[in-house]
């Protein structure tokens, strides 16, 4: 909001708030001196004329959140540890030298570590068969010590993806990618055993920041298996009207300018600009990507879909990039994999 002040004025004059034209406040750039005519005692009368700084997006912090989520997980692991002896266990299988896979990896056997779950880790060279990965894949179904299988993704290209994670029993499949788990969430009356941990995570920050979804515009930028199209089934499930943009819609900008909560997944370093958001949109950015920074300490930065710094101004709240939907993601793994040792354990104490 703008203000005047006054200085070097006898008169006793209150500062009063300033609005622009159709009742716009000043902007904080908006600062303006004026000088009023000499009065009777010779001296001049100066107005300053500032403005506080434009209306900014509350932050969705992430990284906050899923700490919080992290520590209720831990109780209850160690209390299913006290009471009948079980630790739950989550093995992961990573094909190749990925050097990101390697890293979320690496994340998720630490956060693992930090609430009490076991980690089961296996490492395959590039050139392992298909059938190599199914015979781990397999070996994980059958140990009683594991509770929860991932394959990381991206696989090598001569494997079949879909052949590979359909091989996980649905009552290990904590990543959700299961078609039966697909299936039940997009199925009225019906519930999946696991939900896919990004777009569980999306729903659930706007849960914990209490952000109304039921009877809302939601819009959904982009339509692939692992984010884009659960995260619109979920977004369904809570009542919210949704709209999925994909590389063939038209008109993407004036689509996305209709909603109220906007979720972006496509991995296009600052593709939505201010121009595109809803005035008081909230604004879930799941895209991560490097850009090249030379003022940064390792020569890039890390952004994501949606340019933050002009959305800032035009949201009313908004995840930032990094500390945003990733802590999520890894949460609600570790979510799911003690969700399916209760299960398979019945410990529901």
Request: aromatic share 4%; glycine share 8%; hydrophobic share 40%.
């Amino acid at each position: 909001m703008a203000s005047i002040i006054f200085t070097d004025c006898p008169m006793m004059l209150r500062p009063f708030h300033l609005k622009g034209r159709n009742g716009a406040f000043l902007p904080r750039s908006c600062v303006v001196k004026l000088s009023l005519p000499t009065t009777a005692s010779g001296r001049g009368c100066t107005l300053s004329i500032r403005s506080s700084s434009p209306p900014s997006a509350i932050v969705i912090d992430g990284k906050a959140e899923a700490k919080k989520i992290r520590d209720e997980i831990k109780t209850e692991v160690s209390r299913m540890k006290e009471s009948i002896g079980v630790v739950p266990g989550l093995a992961v299988i990573l094909v190749g030298e990925n050097e990101e896979s390697a890293t979320y990896v690496r994340n998720k056997k630490k956060a693992c570590d930090s609430v009490g779950i076991q980690s089961f880790e296996l490492l395959l060279p590039e050139y392992s068969s298909e059938e190599e990965v199914l015979k781990s894949v397999s070996g994980f179904n059958n140990d009683p010590c594991v509770h929860g299988i991932l394959v990381q993704l991206p696989l090598p290209s001569h494997m079949d993806e879909q052949n590979i994670l359909n091989a996980v029993r649905i009552e290990k499949d904590v990543d959700g990618f299961n078609p039966l788990n697909i299936g039940r969430l997009a199925m009225r009356g019906r519930e999946p055993l696991f939900v896919p941990c990004t777009p569980k995570g999306c729903i659930e920050l706007l849960h914990r920041y209490n952000i109304g979804i039921k009877g809302k515009r939601a819009v959904v930028i982009g339509r692939s298996n692992i984010v884009g199209m659960p995260a619109a089934l979920l977004l369904q499930r809570e009542d919210a009207t949704v709209s999925i943009i994909h590389s063939r819609t038209n008109n993407p900008e004036e689509i996305t300018r209709q909603a109220d909560i906007l979720i972006s997944a496509v991995g296009k370093p600052n593709m939505v600009r201010g121009s595109w958001i809803k005035p008081g949109a909230v604004i879930i950015d799941v895209g991560i990507k490097r850009v090249e920074d030379p003022s940064a300490p390792h020569g890039y930065r890390l952004v994501g879909d949606v340019c933050y710094e002009e959305a800032c101004r035009v949201a009313s709240a908004i995840t930032p990039v990094p500390a945003g939907v990733g802590p999520m993601t890894i949460a609600m793994l570790l979510s799911n994999t003690l969700t399916s040792a209760k299960r398979i354990h019945n410990f529901f104490q």
